[in-house]
């Protein structure tokens, strides 16, 4: 018999309150040094980033929204030239197409609820000039695909890599199959700060120059103006709070993998679920789980029965694929994607819940298909 338990989906006070010793030190060494703007922190967060990563270029950002958008703009998208992104993910992905000037072709998600390769030949046309692929919930695509699609027409590939740092395929990290990425610190991803900030990876020596370019008013490392530019750094702050935190990421990623493997070991069996893949179950993938997303039978009945339970969901981006939302202007219909809308559901996935914790989500699942 498993006692009450209230399980938030994420606890934000938490995010401060489970470390506030050492984010206090962290203050008042950045508050005493007036290090607020591209100082030191930040310039050894951009390279154990690339150093983390294995890129060879990383640039602190504002967020990464902004990051995905100054890769396009970088690349310098023209009016009219899609790109074929998917439309299970946050609107920032077809945004930043946009923003950048181009137009965002989405598409339909594939058997691994990830980009599908075929549907991205099938979107292929002449005005076609890239693919982005977004490395969705912490698993990297199939990129030997996407980037031998790529490579065949000679497109672009940024990745939205802001659920996926650290999360690799074929051992290669998410955000550095393309010509850039983007990978976002939002206080509930994993690697986390105290509000928004983001950075971009690249291996491509140009890109770097244009997007470093772009995001510090048209200067380059050395202060010249080069291009009209804006604001988008990162704070300073932030970044020591992420260096602090990327110390112990590798435990942190350690740690989600084991409450994937408890979730798949109390609910797998369940023929109303459809679980995510278990973290072992294909050496290709090495997924990080910045969500535990599952599809389910009578999705909204059971998100209401954990409610009154105290157990927090979530479904992601107000429960809409991008090209549902009307005020955007998309026509295309995508029956897999809006299906997958209707059961998906995110059950609670971070560094706060405990083992019984999980085990009283899973009770209180099982308990609802009983019933
Ligand atoms: C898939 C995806 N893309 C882009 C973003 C945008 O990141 P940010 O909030 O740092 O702009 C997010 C953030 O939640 C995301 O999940």
New binding site residues.
């Given amino acids: 018999m498993i006692n009450i338990k209230n399980v938030p989906f994420f606890n934000y006070p938490q995010a401060f309150l489970s470390d506030r010793e050492n984010l206090m030190k962290i203050f008042d060494d950045v508050g005493r040094r007036g290090a607020f703007i591209m100082q030191k922190d930040l310039r050894d967060f951009e390279a154990n980033l690339a150093s983390y990563t294995g890129a060879s270029h990383a640039i602190g950002v504002a ?4 990051g ?1 958008e100054l890769a396009w703009m970088a690349i310098e998208l023209h009016p009219g030239d899609e790109v074929i992104c998917c439309s299970h ?2 609107l ?2 077809a945004s930043a197409i946009k923003t950048a000037g181009g137009v965002p072709v989405p598409v339909e998600l594939g058997e691994d609820g990830l980009l599908d390769p075929d549907a991205v030949e099938d979107a292929i046309n002449p005005r076609t000039v890239g693919i982005m692929p ?1 490395q ?1 919930n912490g698993r990297t695509c199939d990129m030997d695909r996407i980037m031998s699609i790529a490579n065949k027409n000679n497109f672009f590939v940024v990745e ?1 890599a ?2 996926a740092l650290g999360s690799r395929f074929k051992g290669k990290h998410a955000g550095t199959f393309g010509n850039a990425s983007a990978i ?3 206080p509930a991803k994993v690697l986390g700060c105290l509000g ?3 950075g971009v990876i690249t291996n491509d020596a140009s890109l770097f120059d244009k997007i470093y370019q772009l995001h510090d008013h048209g200067r380059d490392i050395n202060g010249d103006v080069k291009s009209w530019g804006r604001n988008s750094r990162l704070d300073n702050l932030q970044a020591a709070i992420l260096n602090h935190n990327l110390q112990t990421y590798e435990k942190v990623i350690i740690r989600r993998r084991k409450i994937a493997s408890i979730y798949q070991e109390q609910l797998g069996d369940l023929e109303e679920l459809q679980l995510p893949p278990a973290p072992d179950e294909n050496p290709d993938h090495f997924d990080i789980y910045q969500n535990y997303e599952l599809q389910a039978d009578r999705r909204d009945e059971l998100k209401k029965y954990l409610s009154e339970n105290s157990i927090g969901t979530l479904i992601q981006w107000g429960g809409k694929a991008v090209h549902q939302w009307e005020n955007l202007g998309f026509t295309v219909r995508l029956p897999k994607v809006e299906r997958f809308f209707e059961r998906c559901i995110m059950l609670p996935m971070n560094m706060f819940i405990s083992d019984e914790d999980i085990s009283y989500v899973c009770e209180k699942i099982r308990g609802f298909y009983r019933r």
Avoid: K, R
Wanted: proline share 0%; glycine share 10%; no cysteine.
């Fill in positions: 967020n990464a929204t902004d995905l993910t946050m920032a992905t977004t969705l939205d802001a659920q976002s610190f939002f928004d900030g983001g």
